[in-house]
């Protein structure tokens, strides 16, 4: 069993900076990847920021403005220069080996979202 918790975001003025974490923990588990997602009201799912490594990739939207960052099992999204725009249910993504009785299976999990709000 893995869970991801998500903490930061809220409400901020545009212009404005926030900061998400997401950390992972239950079973043992190697990390493919993780990233953060996105979602307004009505529609899909979009990818914001992932990080496999060192290696990042983040959507051109947010590019020079979003930093994804990870520290061992935990993932943040710094979010600097916010806009309306922006405003979204944030998800963290976790692709992950689970290791369960010596066998190592693979599945993504999600976090349970967190509100941000940027108002102008």
């Known amino acids: 069993q893995v869970q991801l918790m998500e903490s930061g975001g809220g409400s901020v003025q545009a212009g404005g900076s926030l900061r998400l974490s997401c950390a992972a923990s239950?079973?043992?588990?190697?990390?493919?990847?993780m990233g953060w997602f996105r979602q307004a009201p009505g529609k899909q799912r979009e990818l914001v920021a992932s990080?496999?490594?060192?290696r990042t990739n983040d959507a051109d939207s947010v590019k020079g403005r979003f930093t994804i960052s990870r520290d061992k099992n935990t993932v943040y999204l710094q979010m600097n220069s916010l806009n309306p725009e922006d405003t979204d249910v944030y998800y963290c993504?976790?692709?992950?080996?689970?290791?369960?009785?010596?066998?190592?299976?693979?599945?993504?999990?999600w976090g349970q979202g967190n509100q941000v709000t940027v108002s102008s």
């Open positions: 993504y976790a692709d992950l080996d689970v290791i369960y009785k010596g066998k190592s299976n693979r599945h993504g999990y």
């Open positions: 239950g079973s043992s588990f190697s990390i493919n990847n």
């Open positions: 990080i496999i490594g060192r």
